[in-house]
DNA sequence: TTAGGGTTAG
């Protein structure tokens, strides 16, 4: 009953059936857990966690994978952390360090990574091609390509995610010529990539800067039946823009067939800011601060662009703007600094 | 024992 309601998206039936429950044991907590854990509730996910006294496997994986999957990646790793301790009495398994690797690469912890590369040895824990995928993925974006090649070279099936993993590290170490190889292999091998995918190798088209296969590989995306998102706008804008390619970007933003969200219009601000065009900057920026009110980066970004157009007294106004609303930079995550510190 | 893992820029 419970699963149905979740299945169809039906959260607060699939709660209030769970609070009804008079046998409630940890397999619907988990349930309840993983359900809230998709749709993106972290905190109602904690709050039955914190509910259940004695902590199993079971409930420390829904509560680590539930931070991984929601970018929460630090109290994933925290958790992770104080599941090792002795005195909680568990031991992880598979699913448990697939959520913290998944976690180290959220937040590059490539030393973090590896440790836990070997204590999945010292566990007697196979790598299998999952673990395999995260490690790709961990060590791509750590710089380390050789490393994340190797894995996928010795990977028993490759599929979907492992290639858009691969594709991605390539992107962003600026491998442009593997990119485009291994994204032909891919279709070869008749994997049909899917929305992730396609950001992922837009993502890597755009790194290593080559725009027109990046804008065609975007214009193909309907003939595999795929409705572009707004994240996927928003790389190829960037695309555009970075290449100096500002009005086409814009007209692209105008034909949306979904509102733009605040990156999208980011981006195209940022692209004015790298090649001084004002009055194109100017209309992102509107748009921004219309969908984002409160951050004050498009502000700081408009006034470098007035800046350096040398209209001072613009700069200034925007800058004092920013002050006098208070509006604050947030800082980056410290997690590296804890982790460091802990050492 | 029970549930369930990996891929989305700046």
Same mark, same amino acid.
């Given at each position: 009953?419970?699963?149905?309601?979740?299945?169809?998206?039906?959260?607060?039936?699939?709660?209030?059936?769970?609070?009804?429950?008079?046998?409630?044991?940890?397999?619907?907590?988990?349930?309840?857990i993983?359900?809230?854990?998709?749709?993106?509730?972290?905190?109602?996910?904690?709050?039955?966690?914190?509910?259940?006294?004695e902590?199993?496997?079971?409930?420390?994986?829904?509560m680590?994978?539930?931070?991984?999957?929601?970018?929460?990646?630090?109290?994933?790793?925290?958790?992770?952390?104080?599941?090792?301790?002795?005195?909680?009495n568990?031991?992880?398994?598979?699913?448990?360090l697939?959520?913290?690797i998944?976690?180290?690469?959220?937040?590059?912890?490539?030393?973090y990574?590896?440790?836990?590369?070997?204590?999945?040895?010292?566990?007697?824990?196979?790598?299998?091609?999952?673990?395999?995928?995260?490690f790709?993925?961990?060590?791509?974006?750590?710089?380390?390509?050789?490393?994340?090649h190797?894995l996928?070279k010795?990977?028993?099936?490759?599929?979907?995610?492992?290639? &858009?993993?691969?594709?991605?590290?390539?992107?962003?170490?600026?491998?442009?010529?593997? &990119?485009?190889?291994?994204?032909?292999?891919m279709m070869?091998?008749?994997?049909?990539?899917?929305?992730? &995918?396609?950001?992922?190798?837009? &993502?890597?088209?755009?790194?290593?800067?080559l725009?027109?296969?990046?804008?065609?590989?975007?214009?193909?995306?309907?003939?595999?039946?795929?409705?572009?998102?707004?994240?996927?706008?928003?790389?190829?804008?960037?695309?555009?823009?970075?290449?100096?390619?500002?009005?086409?970007?814009?007209?692209?933003?105008?034909?949306?067939?979904?509102?733009?969200?605040?990156?999208?219009?980011?981006?195209?601000?940022?692209?004015?800011?790298?090649?001084?065009?004002?009055?194109?900057?100017?209309?992102?920026?509107?748009?921004?601060?219309?969908?984002?009110?409160?951050?004050?980066?498009?502000?700081?970004l408009?006034?470098?662009?007035?800046?350096?157009?040398?209209?001072?007294?613009?700069a200034?106004?925007?800058r004092?703007?920013?002050?006098?609303k208070?509006?604050?930079?947030?800082?980056?995550?410290?997690?590296?600094?804890?982790?460091?510190?802990?050492?």
């Amino acid at each position: 009953m419970i699963t149905g309601y979740i299945e169809c998206g039906k959260i607060e039936l699939a709660r209030s059936f769970f609070d009804a429950m008079p046998d409630r044991n940890n397999v619907s907590y988990i349930t309840m857990i993983f359900a809230y854990s998709k749709y993106g509730s972290v905190e109602s996910a904690k709050e039955l966690y914190d509910q259940m006294a004695e902590k199993d496997l079971l409930l420390y994986n829904a509560m680590i994978a539930c931070f991984a999957q929601n970018n929460r990646a630090k109290e994933a790793l925290q958790l992770f952390d104080e599941m090792l301790k002795p005195n909680a009495n568990v031991q992880p398994d598979k699913m448990t360090l697939a959520s913290a690797i998944s976690a180290c690469s959220q937040l590059g912890e490539s030393k973090y990574g590896t440790w836990i590369e070997t204590y999945m040895r010292e566990l007697g824990i196979g790598m299998d091609d999952h673990l395999a995928t995260s490690f790709i993925d961990l060590y791509a974006k750590c710089g380390n390509i050789d490393k994340a090649h190797e894995l996928f070279k010795s990977l028993q099936t490759r599929d979907l995610v492992a290639y &858009t993993a691969m594709i991605l590290g390539y992107g962003i170490n600026g491998r442009g010529k593997e &990119t485009i190889e291994l994204f032909e292999e891919m279709m070869d091998a008749d994997i049909i990539p899917n929305l992730v &995918t396609f950001a992922g190798i837009l &993502t890597a088209y755009n790194h290593v800067g080559l725009v027109e296969e990046g804008y065609r590989c975007f214009m193909s995306m309907h003939r595999h039946g795929l409705l572009a998102s707004q994240d996927h706008y928003a790389i190829v804008v960037d695309l555009l823009g970075r290449a100096g390619r500002l009005e086409e970007a814009h007209e692209l933003i105008k034909k949306m067939p979904m509102q733009p969200h605040a990156g999208v219009w980011g981006a195209l601000l940022l692209a004015c800011s790298l090649h001084n065009n004002v009055e194109l900057a100017e209309v992102a920026w509107k748009n921004c601060c219309e969908l984002e009110p409160d951050s004050s980066g498009y502000h700081s970004l408009l006034a470098n662009i007035y800046a350096s157009a040398g209209r001072w007294d613009d700069a200034k106004r925007l800058r004092r703007a920013v002050e006098e609303k208070g509006l604050v930079k947030i800082p980056g995550s410290s997690w590296t600094e804890c982790f460091e510190s802990q050492q």
